[in-house]
């Protein structure tokens, strides 16, 4: 999971930028970056850390032009440490290209591979991201004629990296001297919505993960863009679309709404926050229909995703609701940390618990999932310690018992407490004295009662239904002995993207 953004604007695009990416920061925390365009010039600056502790007054002013593009890293494919694996990408080949990502490639060592003996092109970094700017421009090569570009061939190229690219991927990228491009792949499975902004000069054009950012920039939401379709808008702000797969359907990533997007966002037609508080319903319907003998006193959320499920819940049962812990804000969140010991390290830094509203009480906390098991455990025992009588602990979404390879970090089932055990025994593990999961069938209803026109889901991670089809229990073993071999590279052995021509704004 990542943040994306690009903006075809009138004045300078750099504080739209900036700012954009504030309203994405939650999206990914590792990394960022902005790239403007000035004619056929790109100024660049990324780095690792925080949006807020990246950028400087100095970069900012060096980031001019009305055009540009930025993304906030959580990674997934490559390293976590890598600073040459923060986006936006560069290849200088044809035309000159940047590109920001959201998702995973499932065949990027195939595509690798064919990149280096069929298409000739060198990819210097582990990102699959890298591999997906490669296959665009060799694809826009093959789709030019006479060195000139037009939205015809921006399209055709589209779909040749349809053909070729196979798994979850939101894309904005600009082409120097052109314009702003944006495709998504033909399952739909990540977000990506765009806007307008009237301006005296012209329309402005924003396009971003999520419909937060457009909110905040004062942009008005016109739609998502469709799976498998591309939006190309030019240097003078003039708007091309076109439908560039050949089979396409509607599969948005369920766990967007369950925890990776912000409550604020509209993504498909579906408002988060809605979804969230459908999802307490369902709860609580399971809690009356299946467990009468739980004694719960309070129920308390744990911040953030899951307020509004367990406010409605709370409601829905008559039961009185209570926040419990508080949250420090300058703490990330914990579930996008890569390494398993600074997330354990983080929970306690960032909740505590307030002993008034435990002490001798028969707690039901909500949280929104439980994926790793390690934040579940620390709050439950933050909770005993707090002088809980019993602690019920409720999952606003179903058991993660498989690998997200569509750009989540879930990658290994060992890693998720889920797997290959029951109910009764993850709610020892993580010592709760009794534990609820919602029903997938549940889930998906409280998503899609929302907007009926979205009836498909991508869930993997519940059900180990993979709906791109090409992932195998051999591709999944090899992602487990990547991970476990530690085959991601550290800062000091990984590679550099070489400053092909670019100028960068520091």
Request: charged fraction near 20%.
């Amino acid at each position: 999971m990542c943040g994306i953004l690009g903006i075809v604007a009138k004045s300078p695009a750099n504080q739209l930028l900036y700012d954009g990416l504030l309203m994405l920061q939650h999206r990914g925390q590792d990394a960022s970056g902005i790239v403007t365009a000035q004619g056929n010039t790109f100024h660049m600056h990324k780095g690792l850390g925080l949006v807020r502790d990246v950028f400087r007054t100095r970069n900012m002013r060096a980031l001019s032009g009305n055009i540009g593009i930025g993304h906030v890293r959580y990674p997934t494919a490559g390293s976590a440490n890598s600073p040459a694996e923060a986006q936006p990408f560069y290849v200088n080949s044809p035309f000159g290209i940047v590109l920001s990502h959201n998702g995973n490639l499932t065949n990027a060592e195939q595509l690798n591979q064919e990149l280096f003996k069929t298409d000739l092109r060198h990819v210097n970094t582990n990102s699959d991201s890298e591999v997906l700017l490669n296959v665009l421009a060799h694809e826009l090569q093959e789709s030019t004629r006479n060195c000139q570009l037009d939205p015809a061939a921006i399209f055709a190229a589209v779909a040749g990296v349809h053909k070729r690219c196979k798994g979850a991927y939101a894309v904005i990228a600009m082409i120097a001297g052109y314009g702003l491009l944006a495709f998504r792949d033909p399952y739909g499975i990540r977000p990506l919505v765009f806007g307008t902004a009237e301006n005296e000069l012209g329309d402005e054009y924003l396009i971003a993960s999520e419909s937060v950012a457009l909110d905040t920039l004062g942009f008005k939401l016109i739609r998502d863009v469709a799976p498998g379709e591309a939006i190309f808008i030019d240097e003078d702000g003039n708007f091309y679309n076109k439908q560039c797969a050949t089979q396409f359907s509607l599969n948005p990533c369920i766990f967007e709404y369950v925890y990776l997007a912000r409550p604020d966002s509209v993504m498909d037609g579906i408002s988060v926050y809605e979804t969230r508080l459908n999802m307490g319903e369902q709860l609580a319907e399971k809690i009356k229909k299946t467990m009468h003998h739980l004694d719960i006193d309070v129920v308390i959320p744990i911040p953030d995703s899951s307020r509004p499920s367990a406010l409605q819940l709370a409601n829905h049962l008559g039961i009185e609701f209570r926040e419990g812990f508080i949250k420090n804000r300058y703490v990330g969140r914990t579930f996008i940390m890569p390494g398993q010991q600074q997330r354990r390290k983080s929970v306690r830094q960032k909740l505590n618990a307030m002993n008034i509203e435990f002490r001798g009480k028969n707690v039901l906390l909500i949280d929104d999932s439980i994926v790793r098991g390690t934040t579940s455990r620390e709050i439950v025992q933050m909770a005993r310690d707090a002088g809980a009588n019993k602690i019920f602990f409720a999952s606003a979404a179903p058991p993660v018992r498989y690998p997200n390879v569509y750009g989540i970090d879930m990658p290994t089932r060992q890693e998720l407490i889920a797997t290959d055990r029951t109910a009764e025994e993850i709610c020892e593990e993580i010592g709760a004295d009794y534990l609820i999961f919602q029903d997938l069938e549940a889930l998906t209803h409280a998503v899609s009662k929302v907007s009926p026109v979205v009836q498909n889901f991508e869930t993997s991670c519940f059900n180990g239904v993979y709906i791109t089809g090409d992932v195998t229990h051999e591709y999944l073993k090899t992602l487990e002995l990547q991970r476990n071999s530690n085959q991601r590279l550290s800062l000091a052995q990984s590679k550099t993207q070489l400053d092909l021509s670019l100028v960068f704004s520091d």
